[in-house]
Structure formats: C-alpha cells, structure tokens
C-alpha cells in the first residue's frame, strides 16, 4: 500500500466499486465477496505523488472521487500524459505487467479518494475465479480504446483541431482541470490553447 492511511470499505462503498465493475462483465457472488476482503480506500491530498517515475507500480486504482494525472519529466518540465476522474482505472500498465520501473509519475491534481487493489490480489483473483479474467480483458480493451484516442489526439498538428477534439472525447474535463494541463496534455504552449479558446469563443 503507498504510505497513506487506508481504511476498509463499508457495505455502500463495495457496491459502488461493484456496480462499476458490473459495467463491463457481471460479478459473481463469491467474486464480490473475495474482492471484498481485499479491497481497499485510500484518500490522496491534492498535490501528492501516487507513484514516482522509477519506482515498479504494484497497484490499481479505482477513482471514487477526484481527479488524478500522469505526467513524465523532461528537464525543469512536466508533461501530462493523461487526465483520470471518477468512475475509471488507473495505473502504470506498462510497470505493473512487466515489474519494471514505471516511466511517468502519477499525481492527485484534487483532494481524491480511491479504490485500492494489489496487483497480486488481481493475480490471484485471475486464477482463483476464472470468470473474472472476462472483466480484466473488458477494462484492458477500454484501457486501451482511451490510449490510442490519447495517441491520435496529440499527434495532430493543428492547435484548432486539437482542442475540438478536445471537448469532443474530454469535455467533463474542459472547466473542471487547470488550462495548463490541459495545454500540456495537448502538446501546446498555454499561450496557444489561450488563443484558441478566444478565437473559438469569438466565433459562437
């Protein structure tokens, strides 16, 4: 567990995180109960490193509540690589599958509070309740779906399209996240995605 107080879960708060895995696949009964055991609720504060590059992930995450990025480091700079809120997974895929060290840092960017499972405990639940292997093949395809949107999405060069698209796939995120990340999330300068807001909003 990362060095911040967890507390179990109540009854409300497991059906809550059920009724999200539900979402993808059914959950069996003895799944529930399993899970139950060993699931966990974390709040992170504002500001506070889940993961530091470097370091191998050896957690999922389930957002409850608030919003978390991942970002890496270039220089004196940070790049956010994704923006997570309530009702999704996150996780260093990448170091959590391989156990190698993790490529980018994962941050609170508000007060959240989150689901907690081992990657170990997901292993053991892949072999001990086959049925579940369905859920973690449906969340890994979404996992996926939202990486490759996240790929086409920064690799366009117009700063105009970039931003539509933008608040097409991401608009609960459009007054809800800093400007600059959302900047930095797009690969363009502040001053730039200012300028397309202006000129977008000139144009209603």
Not at 31 to 54: D, F, M, N, Q, S
Not at 118 to 132: E, G, I, N, R
Request: glycine share 4%; with cysteine.
């Amino acid at each position: 567990m990362p060095s911040l107080k967890s507390y179990p879960l109540d009854t409300r708060k497991q059906q809550h995180f059920f009724s999200a895995l539900d979402h993808f696949y059914p959950l069996e009964s003895d799944v529930k109960t399993w899970l139950g055991k060993k699931l966990r609720r974390i709040k992170v504060g504002k500001g506070e490193l889940l993961l530091h590059a470097g370091n191998i992930c050896r957690y999922i995450y389930f957002i409850e509540k608030g919003a978390l990025r991942g970002f890496i480091r270039e220089g004196t700079k940070n790049i956010t690589t994704w923006i997570s809120v309530e009702n999704e997974m996150v996780t260093s895929i990448y170091s959590l599958d391989m156990e190698v060290p993790a490529l980018e840092n994962i941050e609170a960017i508000e007060n959240c509070s989150l689901f907690v499972l081992k990657s170990t405990d997901v292993k053991q639940l892949y072999v001990k309740y086959p049925s579940f292997n369905t859920v973690g093949r449906k969340i890994l395809q979404q996992y996926y779906r939202d990486a490759e949107r996240r790929a086409f999405l920064v690799r366009h060069t117009n700063a105009t399209l970039k931003y539509k698209l933008f608040l097409e796939h991401y608009s609960h995120l459009s007054n809800r996240v800093p400007l600059k990340l959302i900047a930095s999330f797009l690969g363009m300068a502040l001053e730039t995605l200012s300028r397309v807001r202006k000129k977008m909003t000139r144009s209603k």
